[in-house]
């Protein structure tokens, strides 16, 4: 079971960058699609990117030409690069193996990360 560790999260001003990191603490090789997840307060968690082995990547309209995310395998290691933040942006950001998590298996969430958007 390969679990995962988000950091890089903070306090930024409206329109700032900030770039997330997922450690993962196996090889994430083999995993085809890896997915950064947000959830809002009192909101619905949603997927905003994802990425294939590949490089093939995807994004939620919200975010798109926003975020960047990639990967790096020889590393363990999926980002998120962010820029241009709007105060909407504001939650805790995860990262977990999307197919697993679209197919509903028993795939833990990790503590994720805090991205608070705010002048």
């Known amino acids: 079971q390969v679990q995962f560790v988000e950091s890089g999260g903070g306090l930024v001003q409206p329109g700032g960058s900030l770039r997330l990191s997922c450690a993962a603490s196996?090889?994430?090789?083999?995993?085809?699609?890896m997915g950064w997840y947000r959830q809002a307060l009192g909101k619905q968690r949603e997927l905003v990117a994802s990425?294939?082995?590949?490089?093939?990547?995807n994004y939620a309209d919200s975010v798109k030409g926003r975020f960047t995310i990639s990967r790096d395998n020889a590393k363990n290691t999926v980002y998120l690069q962010m820029n241009s933040l709007k105060p909407e942006d504001t939650a805790v950001y995860y990262c977990?193996?999307?197919?697993?998590?679209?197919?509903?298996?028993?795939?833990?969430w990790g503590q994720g990360t805090q991205v608070t958007v705010s002048s």
């Open positions: 977990n193996e999307a197919l697993k998590v679209l197919a509903g298996h028993d795939t833990p």
């Open positions: 196996g090889s994430i090789f083999s995993i085809y699609f």
């Open positions: 990425i294939t082995s590949g490089g093939s990547t």
